[in-house]
């Protein structure tokens, strides 16, 4: 899975969160985590204080904004703005996974294959 933004914030130090059982689990089964550094400017805010982030950031493949031309174009074919949400879309279609995202209005538009995330 590629995990957006969203979650990240929503859980960012929450130990027992769903999305740190999914993180762990992963790491565990040697499954592969994915990102964006377009996602991790949005969350990354204080490392002091995010120490959980970057223990779980260990285990995720980081994808650069390398997409340019694709993405622009998922943008103009979506009708949206959001450069970080089209870039997800993009890398999730390339690697064949899903986006693990609290953002559904903008993943459905983006013609996105998404997992909604509500917290946990």
Known sequence: MIIDAGPLIADSERLNSRLWALVKRAAERGEPLH???PVLAQVWRDPARQANLSRALRHFDVHAL???VAVGRRLAVSGTSDV???HLAVVAEQLGTFILTTDRED???LNARFEF???G
Request: hydrophobic fraction near 20%.
């Open 35 to 37: 990102t964006t550094h």
């Open 66 to 68: 390398d997409e340019s």
């Open 84 to 86: 970080v949400d089209a």
């Open 107 to 109: 993943m459905t538009r």
């Open 117 to 119: 995330y509500s917290g």
